[in-house]
T-cell receptor, first 112, second 116 residues
């Protein structure tokens, strides 16, 4: 049972344009959501998070949007840079658990 | 801030030996640390939750006698792979959660284990 889903395994974007990565979840008890960036053979790097009491959180080029009614969140990166090329994981936590439940990741390729 | 280190970064060992991996939170205290395993082209698989001063909580299907976890202090957790076999070869990643924090986990750089 995949509680957190990233339906796009990969995404290719031109440098300077917007990258939009999507994530859906099924567990209504989740109340905190995170995005991580990961390079091969490295640990994930925390990017940005959002609490369920908000619908938007912005940090520099990164903005996370949360639509609780649709159980959907997205990460916007603008403008995209070649150094943003990596695998992006969304994760969720909440309710009785302190575990992070990860999506399967989306490989972002930003073309120069 | 929120830096997590892992040691070693890479280890090669013979089948049957035990390997210890250390995970340290360098600039914060972590009452809870987590151990993950990542298979090629797969998402992170949570192996166990490590709580300072108490026994680890293992996920279903993870052998606790094979993957020994010790969380001796607020900044150190260790994972020992006992009697390692080639199928234990993998990328092991730890994370630490800020005490009292909202849930953000900060990850170490990972340890590549190769069992010959």
């Amino acid at each position: 049972d995949q509680q957190v889903k990233q339906n796009s395994p990969s995404l290719s974007v031109q440098e300077g344009r917007i990258s939009i990565l999507n994530c859906d979840y099924t567990n209504s008890m989740f109340d905190y959501f995170l995005w991580y960036k990961k390079y091969p053979a490295e640990g994930p790097t925390f990017l940005i998070s959002i609490s369920s009491i908000k619908d938007k959180n912005e940090d520099g080029r990164f903005t996370v949007f949360l639509n609780k009614s649709a159980k959907h969140l997205s990460l916007h990166i603008v403008p995209s840079q070649p150094g943003d090329s990596a695998v992006y994981f969304c994760a969720a936590t909440g309710g009785a658990t302190n575990k992070l439940i990860f999506g399967t990741g989306t490989l972002l390729a930003v073309q120069p | 801030g929120a830096v997590v280190s892992q040691h070693p970064s890479r280890v090669i060992c013979k089948s049957g030996t035990s390997v210890k991996i250390e995970c340290r939170s360098l600039d914060f205290q972590a009452t809870t640390m987590f151990w993950y395993r990542q298979f090629p082209k797969k998402s992170l698989m949570l192996m166990a939750t490590s709580n300072e001063g108490s026994k680890a909580t293992y996920e279903q299907g993870v052998e606790k006698d094979k993957f020994l976890i010790n969380h001796a202090s607020l900044t150190l957790s260790t994972l020992t792979v006992t009697s390692a076999h080639p199928e234990d070869s993998s990328f092991y990643i730890c994370s630490a959660r800020l005490a009292g924090g909202p849930g953000t986990q900060y990850f170490g750089p990972g340890t590549r284990l190769l069992v010959l």
